[in-house]
Structures are given as structure tokens and as C-alpha cells.
């Protein structure tokens, strides 16, 4: 049967499943490739709804909208991880191509999937066990220290499903709600590094710079790329694990795996099986940004050159502060968008088009150049502005007369 294709460009329909900013973005790098993405979306306010031409209104969660979504389209793949199992093995078994595969994306949507096979493979990851019961729980403390970290099996994201428990009562109530946890021995970590790779049908891989993520609250709210101080060892580590865990897994399309890197080296943490958060800086940062490599990968494309595009590169985020609090009264955000390209020329802006809320991811911001701590003083103070209204008197418009 032959590959199906837009009729008007005789190039490729890619369906995206899910129609936040990931979607957006892999949408502004499908234009330059003149290829059709189809987004389905659960509303038409979605971040992707807002500026795609093709959407679909339906829920992840329906296997008919679905089908829909991928009707004629040439490979299904996701912004998200959220898709039951069952209706991805429907879609395959419909005739879809589907890029992450069920028995690649499981790995990313139940942690105890991922921690068996990592275990299996031997790669480096933390002491874990599989827990039913309080009493499970505590003898896990009890052998590997407390505090333990719990999670959910599935679900969780941004901190969400991952509890830091001091004794054995404090998961009494989560074994209310669940039936299986993952038990983690809390690791003495460094900080938390992301590899990022790209592997095509092919089983062609591309590795951009291992990067540094900055978390506060369980949210990742800065990029630094690469990951500052990290020594050439480590980092060449970090991306043959990744790249060995891309073809374990059989992934198809960009994967992040999150690692916490020790005294001893790295362990794997967690995957993400789509454009990642800590991927957003190579836009501008790389010569084939995430998004790019995303849609050549699903579509076994050859994949693009990973090089940085400047010495150092910061990504920071836009999360909601005080100007979507209720009552707001200071400038709109029309204005704070014209102030933040007054007074930082050469940061570069991605707005989400998401409803505003605090706490919520809105946009990032992105700064290039050669000396990280100058770079990331540029991001972090045009994101807080953006944020608070709060200009950093480092970079105030002279007032002199």
C-alpha cells in the first residue's frame, strides 16, 4: 500500500496527538518542511488548536477520535504520553503507523516498565523495589535509609505522583488510591542532567549536548547547555546510555532520559517519548532543533547535524507569577512583550498561547553567547519579567537627564 501523503503537497501528513506547545512548536518546524501536521486537540483554545490549520477535536482517550486523527495520515505520534496502551496497539492493528510504538512508549508511561528493563539491560539506575503495601514500604526504608522517594506508576509529570516520605505511615493514604508504588532510594544527586537523542526507523541515532535542568518545586525552570563543568567522561556516558536505551526500547522520534548525576556518575531517573522540556533550547541553539529532528525521525528521514549554534545556551521558562494573578492591575502582556524585546534584543521569545494561571508554563525565553553566567542572567531576568514585571536593575534603561 502506498505511503500516504497530503494530495496538495505530495509530502507527508504527520498526526500529533495532543495540542499544547509541543505540538505548536513541532507545527512551526513542519511549515520549513513543508510538511502537514494534524493536531488532535481537546478543545479549540489548545496551545497547537490556536495556530494549526488541520485540528481534530476529539479526546486521547477515545480510541474513535483516534482513528479519526489518523485517517490518511502518514505516521501517528504524540506531545504527550498519555494515550491508554490498548488504543495504540487498536491503531497499529488498523493499518496506522504509529511513531513512538506501544511497546517503545509503555517504557515512558509506567515507571515500573522502564525500571525492569533497565534492569534487565543492567544500566545504572536507582535502588527500587515494587511496593503493595505500608509494610512494603518500610522495610524498603528500612534496608536503603530514609527518606524514601514514592511514585506512581503512571501519570505523573512536573512533580506530579512523586511523594518524598519520611516513614512508612506517610503512604497509608496513597495505598487508598493505588495499588502498586514505586519505591526509590533517594539519590545523593549532584543535580539532574538531561541526554537527549533521536533515533529513526532506520535505527539512524542523533545526541545533541548533554544539558543541565534546573528544578524548583519539582518544575524544570532552567536549561544550561551543555551542561556546565561536566566533564567529557561523563558526558560521552550520559549519551552512549541514552542511546543505548533508545534502541533497547526501540524508540521512533526524540527521547529525553532524565538522569541524576552522582559522585559516581549517572543514573537514569525517568524518559520522556517526544520533544522534551529540556530540549527547547535548540531552536536557536542547535542546527536541528528538537522539533525538526522529531518529525525526520518518525518519518525515517535522515537525521539533522545536533552542533551547537553558540558556545553556551540558556532556556529558561515563563512560568505564571504575578501578572495572572486576580486583580492585576500593572502592565498588560502585550506591553511586557514589548519591554522584553526593548530591553533584551537578542533574547528570543516563544509565547504558548495557554490560558494564564500561576505556576503554569506560559513560554520560554532563549539567550546565546560565550560566558554562561552573563547568558544565564539575560534568560532567567527577561523570563522573570515576562512573569512579574520585575525589570533586573542590571538591566534598567539608563534615566540619567
Do not use: C
Not at 492585576?328 to 498561547?353: C, F, I, N, Q
Request: charged share 20%.
Amino acid at each position: 500500500m502506498a505511503t500516504p501523503v497530503d494530495p496538495r503537497t505530495a509530502l507527508p501528513v504527520v498526526a500529533m496527538v495532543g495540542g499544547g506547545q509541543l505540538a505548536r512548536m513541532t507545527h512551526q518546524a513542519a511549515i520549513a518542511l513543508g510538511q502537514s501536521l494534524r493536531v488532535l486537540s481537546t478543545g479549540p483554545d489548545e496551545s497547537a488548536a490556536l495556530v494549526a490549520a488541520d485540528v481534530r477535536l476529539g479526546d486521547h482517550r477515545d480510541l474513535d477520535a483516534l482513528l479519526a486523527a489518523a485517517d490518511g495520515a502518514t505516521v501517528v505520534t504524540f506531545d504527550h504520553e498519555h494515550v491508554p496502551t490498548e488504543h495504540l496497539r487498536a491503531l497499529e492493528a488498523a493499518g496506522h503507523r504509529v511513531a513512538p510504538g506501544p511497546d517503545a512508549l509503555v517504557h515512558a508511561q509506567d515507571k515500573l516498565v522502564l525500571r525492569r528493563a533497565l534492569a534487565a539491560a543492567g544500566e545504572p539506575q536507582p535502588v527500587w523495589a515494587e511496593v503493595a503495601s505500608v509494610d512494603e514500604v518500610a522495610a524498603f526504608g528500612d534496608r536503603h535509609g530514609w527518606p524514601v522517594v514514592v511514585k506512581t506508576p503512571r501519570g505523573g509529570y512536573d512533580g506530579r505522583g512523586v511523594f518524598v516520605v519520611e516513614g512508612a505511615d506517610d503512604v497509608a493514604e496513597l495505598f487508598t488510591r493505588y495499588d502498586v508504588l514505586l519505591a526509590e532510594q533517594r539519590v545523593p544527586m549532584v543535580r539532574e542532567l538531561s541526554a537527549l537523542v533521536a533515533r529513526s526507523p532506520f535505527g539512524q541515532v542523533a545526541v545533541w549536548p548533554v544539558v543541565e535542568t534546573v528544578q524548583r518545586d519539582g518544575i524544570n525552570t532552567e536549561v544550561l547547555a551543555p551542561a556546565p563543568g561536566l566533564d567529557e567522561d561523563t558526558a560521552t556516558a550520559a549519551q552512549e546510555l541514552a542511546v543505548r536505551v533508545a534502541d533497547r526500547v526501540g524508540v521512533v522520534g526524540v527521547m529525553a532520559v532524565e538522569l541524576f548525576q552522582t559522585a559516581d556518575g549517572v543514573l537514569v531517573n525517568e524518559l520522556a517519548m517526544r520533544p522534551h522540556n529540556s530540549g527547547h533550547w535548540t531552536i536557536e541553539g542547535s542546527r536541528t532543533s528538537q522539533f525538526e529532528q522529531h518529525l525526520r525521525a518518525v518519518l525515517d528521514y535522515p537525521l539533522g547535524a545536533t552542533a551547537m549554534a553558540a558556545p553556551v545556551v540558556v532556556m529558561a521558562n515563563v512560568l505564571g507569577g504575578r501578572a495572572t494573578e486576580e486583580g492585576w492591575t500593572g502592565p498588560s502582556l502585550d506591553e511586557r512583550v514589548h519591554h522584553l524585546m526593548a530591553h533584551w534584543p537578542d533574547v528570543k521569545l516563544h509565547w504558548y498561547g495557554k490560558g494564564q494561571r500561576p505556576g503554569r508554563k506560559l513560554g520560554h525565553v532563549t539567550a546565546l553567547g560565550t560566558d554562561l553566567d552573563e547568558v544565564r542572567a539575560r534568560a532567567t531576568a527577561a523570563a522573570r519579567y515576562l512573569a512579574d514585571s520585575e525589570v533586573d536593575p542590571a538591566f534598567a534603561f539608563p534615566t540619567g537627564h
